[in-house]
């Protein structure tokens, strides 16, 4: 089991984004590069730290802590799938219905995400351990180790998880789809 340890100062935020129409897109290195990139220049602006995070090909997880008293994380969303959508709005030309083309939308993201505000240190570590065991959950990998596209490396080297971690039996149930 990992010991997950944050600092105690700011409101952290479990999110789960989905792709259009489940589109298994988002590893592809264009996504990725923008992604990465989009998340740098909202950070520049309007902070916030991320606690873990894993890149599954048609879903993201993640944890973000903000500032004490800042919850504006749907700000920040929108400004970092606009970003992408954007940067990648020539090589992803996928159908889209009418609604979504009158609003110029481009057919990355669907339109929402899935928020929850973690309530105490186990809470967090549930839900970082299932982040980090998503990509075995998925049958995408043998091990989480082998999953390029999270920030389980990071946790490693953090001292948060041992390399050959396999997953916390407690996360078993949990589904956040």
């Not at 990648?88 to 929850?116: G, M, V």
């Not at 490693?156 to 149930?173: F, K, L, M, S, T």
Request: hydrophobic letters at 35%; charged letters at 25%.
């Amino acid at each position: 089991m990992s010991r997950y340890r944050r600092a105690t100062t700011g409101t952290s935020y479990f999110f789960t984004v989905v792709s259009h129409r489940r589109c298994p897109i988002l590893c592809d290195q264009p996504i990725r590069e923008a992604l990465r990139s989009a998340i740098e220049r909202v950070r520049l602006r309007l902070p916030f730290r991320i606690d873990a995070m894993v890149l599954m090909p048609d879903h993201l997880h993640c944890i973000w802590t903000l500032s004490d008293g800042d919850t504006n994380f749907s700000t920040r969303w929108s400004q970092i799938k606009h970003a992408v959508s954007y940067a990648c709005r020539d090589a992803y030309e996928l159908s889209l219905s009418t609604s979504r083309r009158q609003k110029r939308e481009a057919p990355i993201w669907q339109r929402r995400f899935w928020e929850h505000q973690i309530q105490d240190e186990i809470d967090m570590e549930r839900h970082v351990d299932y982040i980090h065991f998503n990509p075995v959950k998925h049958g995408l990998v043998g091990a989480v180790s082998e999953w390029p596209y999270s920030t389980f490396a990071r946790c490693v080297r953090d001292g948060i998880y041992a390399v050959d971690w396999g997953g916390n039996p407690d996360c078993e149930g949990m589904r956040f789809e």
